[in-house]
Nanobody, 133 residues
Framework: QVQLVESGGGSVQAGGSLRLSCAAS????????TGWFRQAPGKEREAVAL???????TVSDSVKGRFTISQDNAKDNLFLQMNSLKPEDTATYYC???????????????????????????WGQGTQVTVSS
């Protein structure tokens, strides 16, 4: 049974940092496409950062220069380093994975065509990040 479990969320003041982790069981991140997404109350889920099995990454414009995605395929862990946090970063953060998309561009096209929830098969339960001003 595939399970993705996020951790590392919490409450922090603006300007602070958090490091989110996503651990996979029953599933290997190797040769898979993974990403971090977030959803704030009353808003749609949005892509924050994506990474393919070759290590190519992309991040949304709203977090560019502040957030970094990385993964450890050997241990099936995915990470999101979040620096210079802002109140608008407050949301529930989810990790997700899928085997269909080999590259960042393919995954982004899939998201635009099919939507986020359809483009990624496996999801974690989410971890809350709250940034106070």
């Amino acid at each position: 049974q595939v399970q993705l479990v996020e951790s590392g969320g919490g409450s922090v003041q603006a300007g602070g940092s958090l490091r989110l982790s996503c651990a996979a069981s029953g599933y290997s991140f190797a040769r898979r496409f993974t990403g971090w997404f977030r959803q704030a109350p009353g808003k749609e889920r949005e892509a924050v950062a994506l990474i393919d099995s070759y290590g190519s990454t992309t991040v949304s414009d709203s977090v560019k220069g502040r957030f970094t995605i990385s993964q450890d395929n050997a241990k099936d862990n995915l990470f999101l380093q979040m620096n210079s946090l802002k109140p608008e970063d407050t949301a529930t953060y989810y990790c997700a994975a899928d085997k269909r998309w080999g590259t960042v561009s393919a995954a982004m096209e899939a998201i635009q065509t099919y939507g986020i929830l359809t483009s990624f098969t496996f999801w974690g339960q989410g971890t809350q990040v709250t940034v106070s001003s």
